[in-house]
């Protein structure tokens, strides 16, 4: 069934996530794992955040995340782009797959997320967001 407009987008995005949660959360999925590790950034190149792979059936999955906390302590990196990077993550064990570019549902909507649901700006660039998705 073709996607014909945003929300159709949002509320499969949604439906899809919450399954996996119920799956996780009635163990109808192997246990899942929240892994992490600390790796600086490079300069203002930003490594990783919040990190996994995308899930090959779209049920039964665990929701594993690896969780860079090196970005848990940059002051620069506020609440609203973990929880972006967070939704971002858990798209991909929702079977959702890169590209991470605009115009793509898995990178638009951790995005808006990011802004505090406020429409896009013109002047910021997506890639100031899209830089911690992984
Ligand atoms: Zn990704």
Known sequence: MPITNGRQATELAMDQITQIIKDNGFRRSPRA????????????????????????TQTNVPINVLINAYQ?????VGFGILLGSMFHAWLHRAGFTDPKITGYFISECPMCTMRGFAPKNP????????QYFD
């Open 123 to 130: 002047v910021v660039p997506d890639n100031l967001f899209y």
């Open 72 to 76: 848990l302590d940059q002051q620069n």
């Open 33 to 56: 794992r929240i892994d992490w590790t600390y790796i600086p950034n490079i300069g203002s190149f930003i490594i990783t955040t919040i990190r996994a792979n995308t899930a090959f």
